[in-house]
């Protein structure tokens, strides 16, 4: 009966040691889990503030995104069926210009950037003649194209820089970023007036000096961005 008894009892114990010896390896093996998951977790969260390959937009960071709500969409819904009014065509003039594909009225920005406050803000920054030169010859064309040198106080001398040469704004986001004004050519007997932007950062402002038909052109008259800058075009105006 002793004997018996003694046999059971190392029966059981066997028993929960192999039980102990179960749950230690399940603890291990739960311990490596949540390790690894971990790890994954950190993985995803490398991969997700990552730019995606390929050109893809980065993700902006959180929380930086201007909301974009009921007012944006009827301002949006404004402009698409009253005002928007321009777009880019081959010129008989030069080059790709701007044409409107409505009736515009007389003293209206065709330009106006709807819901302005989601825009990129227009800014510059100055490059000398020297520099300008350096570029490949394509780009400083079209940088010349663009930009025009600024001027002194008369809106028509150009500013030099020690070596006495022009010095250029050149827009901060670069040529990828020309809106639709920016392939305004010229005419001495324009349609549309230029007027500086009034505060740092902000998109400088057209006005039509006229009604325009659809299908016509929009010119804008070169001498007010300077001496310089209309030399470019004397000839051919
Ligand atoms: C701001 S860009 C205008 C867009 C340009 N047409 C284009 O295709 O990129 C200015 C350049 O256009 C050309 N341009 C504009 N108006 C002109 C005109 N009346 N006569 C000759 N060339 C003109 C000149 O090459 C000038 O440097």
Redesign the pocket.
């Known amino acids: 009966m002793a004997a018996a008894a003694g046999a059971a009892d190392a029966e059981l114990r066997r028993e929960v040691e192999a039980l102990r010896g179960e749950v230690a390896a399940l603890r291990k093996s739960a311990e490596v889990s949540r390790k690894e998951n971990l790890l994954l977790r950190s993985r995803v969260a490398e991969l997700e503030a990552r730019p995606a390959a390929g050109g893809g937009r980065p993700p902006r960071a959180a929380g930086r995104a201007p909301a974009i709500g009921e007012e944006e969409r009827r301002a949006l819904l404004r402009h698409l069926r009253e005002e928007a009014s321009v777009h880019l065509g081959p010129?008989t003039?030069?080059?790709?210009?701007v044409f409107a594909f409505r009736e515009i009225a007389e003293g209206v920005d065709p330009f106006e950037v709807c819901n302005a406050h989601l825009a990129a803000e227009e800014r510059f920054i100055t490059f000398s003649g020297a520099e300008i030169r350096d570029f490949a010859e394509p780009v400083r064309e079209r940088v010349k194209?663009?930009f025009a040198p600024l001027t002194e106080e008369d809106g028509w001398t150009p500013q030099q820089d020690e070596s006495g040469e022009p010095t250029y704004g050149v827009l901060a986001t670069g040529l990828n970023s020309l809106n639709i004004s920016?392939?305004?050519?010229?005419?001495d007997e324009p349609n549309v007036v230029f007027k500086d932007a009034e505060d740092e950062g902000s998109f400088n402002t057209y006005v039509t000096r006229r009604r325009i038909r659809a299908g016509e052109e929009l010119t804008a008259d070169y001498r007010e961005l300077g001496r310089e800058y209309h030399a470019?075009?004397a000839r051919?105006?």
């Open positions: 010129s003039i030069a080059g790709v210009g194209e663009f920016w392939f305004l050519n010229h005419s470019l075009v051919g105006s």
